[in-house]
């Protein structure tokens, strides 16, 4: 297994780009369960979880080819309708082919993705949208079995809790069901404006993109000849570079950015002192001498993103004050916090709150990975502890950062990937 190892250092300097949004992709690539054509992708980034979809989709039959940061994915060949438990378990965004797959075909099979690290992650809502569309759906042998014999059927969904791939699964759903749905209580993040868009732009009408209340009116089960696309910029990736460039107190910038999916972290680094230039498709971050402390309460777009909690509690370490971080979307998001503790930060927890004193003096040692942006927030602690830092697990932080260190290396940051 690779490791990182990265040592303190005095400044970063220069310029990154900015990869497509893993979270955007996968929605999109499932999406393609719906097209009559072979379908276009531009800027897919290089991660581990885009690499698991496109393997699912070709093991349901269909083909694809992924080179550099382009794909062309063609499912008109596929013949199954089970994803099965060995790929689901690696990837929970798999579920994101149960409402396509039962739109097209009428009947699909999806392992139930188990919790992960930062909680249990119920899938109950997108379940529950589903039955309302028609849908039959039994849980068996650890099974969602679903069937729609008579196709899915438009209607008024109310969401009990926003939920991002639930939303973008009936999206895809309603696409080909035979009426109009009305989704309320819709997710307003950029990836599911991404994917509506894309759609809309095919040819399903979708009202009140961008808004919590969407109606998409759909094709009765005829296909979708979709439109190429280009995949929007990853903001979390954008958001967790700046936080190296505050806590290092570097001046860098970030290219191919769209800063206007990232309005919450900007505030946040701004009351933490940093000061911005920004351009159409660049943000230069100049960070302040003293990190002041924080108040972050983790919400829904388009408040502070909980993807983002783990690194500003990592940035938090070293203000000169008491932050407070509070998550409030999943159950167990905390667990970076044992790890930096190890290298002497003074944190304390109660329940779904941390509480930050900083400045802490950070010394570098081994730890340990947990999940995705919890590692992401280990690595920017290493750039300013002394001594070394090895992160390890790193296959966590592989599934949604596109070559991490060496975008880090290419603006001085002293990391290297390690043989465990
Ligand atoms: C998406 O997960 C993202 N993943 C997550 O990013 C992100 O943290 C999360 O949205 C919140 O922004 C992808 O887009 C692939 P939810 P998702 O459904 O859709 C509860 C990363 O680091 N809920 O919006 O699975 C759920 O338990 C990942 O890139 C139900 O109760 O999250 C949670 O408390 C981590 N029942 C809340 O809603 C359901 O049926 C939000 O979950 C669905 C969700």
Redesign the pocket.
Known sequence: MDYLQTKRVKSLSGTINISGA??AS?PLIAMTILAKNSVNIKNLPHVADIKTLLKLLSNLGATYDFKDDKAIVDTQKISQTKATYDIVKTM??SILVLGPILARFGHCEVSMPGGCA??????????KALEQMGAHIDIKAGYIEATAPNGLKGCDIIFD??????TANIIMAASLAKGRTVITNA?R?P?VVQLCEVLNDSGVQIDGIGTAILTIHGTAGELVNIKEFSVIPDR?EAGTYLCAGAITKSTITIQNVNASHLGSVLAKLEEMGSSFTITENSITIHPSEVIKPVKIVTQ??PAF???MQAQFLALATQADGVSIIEEK???NRFMHVSELQRMGADISLNSHTATVNGKSKLSGTDVMAT???ASSALVLAGLVADGETNIHRIYHLDR?YDALEKKLEGVGADIVRLKE
Not at 119 to 124: I, L, M, S
Not at 161 to 166: A, E, L, S
Request: glycine share 8%.
């Open positions: 893993k979270n996968l929970r965004a930062i909680g249990q992650r119920p899938v109950d809502l997108h379940l809790k926003i939920t991002v791939t639930g997710a993040e990836e979390i829904e777009y993103p909980t993807d979307l999943f159950e999940d995705l942006r949604g």
